[in-house]
């Protein structure tokens, strides 16, 4: 298997919808891989993009099921896009009604002699977390497509401020996951160590993460690349396993993306300030038409050839 995101990359961030621990990624965080807003062309796509007034379309009868292929020991309830589930007309915006991922060469938790992660499960584990630590009322921290190397929370900090909230008050996957230090999620995942595995471990959460943040959620997401295209070369979590679960997560308002873009002129530059944010932009609010398609964490990343919404190119004003 290609190396993917574990959150934005198998191996880098927690996933690429935001976990923040030194290890590999997530949405909203996850490895170099993947993965986790400006003003979006449709690119075409007139399908009921945001703020589309059409009506969802009635159920093809003719549809495939979201997971054609089913992966071996998948917990049936850790996909929820079944046979019978509403289908919309294809476009960009839905994957073409077609999971992002690849059911050639599942993966096999027993084979890998790794744990089985049960998504409905770990979502509810989520959510106690959740009511457990009072991170309800902030908007949710997801991002993708993004070096790793320079540090998430760095996007993470850049967006707090933006929105006039404290340095670590808005709550990401590592709140939720936190897989450092010696608690049971560190212990897990340390079961967790060839790429592929890694690539599971980061998808269950993923989708795990997606179904159990509620409200507001913002994803950090590079400038001038499609919002599910997020890396030029590789699939991301963020649009195979969170965009699909989010917007079908009736807990969630709204999904705003925040282009950023790093300015490369001045190596002496404060990390901070080297990356620059663009205008936020809503692309999905509850009721509107789900995006993506739900695909099974047991599948491969894979990258959509057809671009859907092309994020802001953020204007760095040159040096003095």
Known sequence: MHQQNTPSDAGDQQGESGGFSEQQETS????????????????????GGPGSSSQPAAPNPDAQPANPNPAPNAPAANNPGQPNAVQYPPSARNNRN??????????????????????ATRANQFRQTITQDGLTGQPWFFYSGLDRKKKDSIYKRNLEDRLQLGHGTM?????VLPNAGGGEYAIEYNAFQTLS???????????AY???VEGRVYVVLPSGHGVNQP???????????EVPDLTRNARVDSITVVPVKEDTSNVYMEPAEA?????????????DEPIGFPASELHHLQRPDELWETVQDVYIPSSP
């Open 28 to 47: 909203g965080g996850f490895s170099d891989s993947q993965e986790t807003e400006g003003g979006f062309n449709n690119n075409g796509d007139d399908t």
């Open 98 to 119: 077609q999971p992002a991922a690849s059911a050639n060469d599942p993966f096999n938790p027993e084979d890998a002699s790794v744990p089985v992660i049960n998504v």
């Open 171 to 175: 709550p990401s996957m590592n709140n």
């Open 197 to 207: 595995s890694l690539d599971y471990y980061w998808a269950a959460n993923s989708k």
């Open 210 to 212: 997606a179904q159990a």
């Open 231 to 241: 890396y030029p070369d590789k699939g991301s979590n963020w649009w195979t396993f």
């Open 275 to 287: 990356f620059h944010l663009g205008e936020e932009n809503v692309i999905w609010r509850r009721g």
